[in-house]
């Protein structure tokens, strides 16, 4: 699935490999934000949720899109460590609807750009008991009905 350091190397791979480097340091010093999306369907059956990937444009960034990316130093680091920027990334997005029950985990997993990392974050969380939406103030009671 395409997410944004992929489409970094798709653009760059459209051109001759002579042209690479050019290419790369223009696009380096020209992109503001890449942004992804992927339509997820939603655990109640009622359409589908949009989760966005954004890569914004920092020194950090910056170098990784004109270098390449290493062991170390990747787009997908610098989101995972980006978020004071606005920078999200897909896996970390899908494991919020997970945890609030907006997707399952099936199809979590399924959309997710890397399975066995999110599943070790989700290590903790077990489907069916899915905490209050993150836009519910702290501490606001919730009545629900159980069954028995």
Not at 59 to 82: F, H, I, N, P, Q
């Amino acid at each position: 699935m395409t997410d944004a350091a992929k489409t970094v190397e798709r653009i760059v791979g459209a051109f001759p490999m002579s042209d690479q480097h050019g290419v790369r340091n223009r696009l380096s010093k020209a992109f503001r934000y890449i942004v992804s999306q992927r339509l997820l369907p939603r655990k109640d059956g009622k359409g589908r949720i949009a989760v966005i990937e954004i890569l914004t444009s920092t020194m950090r960034t910056r170098e990784y899109v004109e270098k390449g990316e290493t062991e170390g130093k990747s787009l997908l680091d610098a989101m995972r460590d980006g978020d004071t920027e606005g920078m999200q990334h897909f896996d970390g997005e899908i494991e919020k609807l997970i945890r609030t029950g907006v997707v399952s985990m099936e199809t979590g997993l399924a959309f997710s750009s890397n399975a066995g990392n999110l599943r070790l974050e989700l290590a903790d969380f077990k489907e069916g008991l899915a905490t209050a939406p993150a836009s519910e103030p702290a501490g606001e009671k919730v009545e629900m009905e159980i069954e028995r």
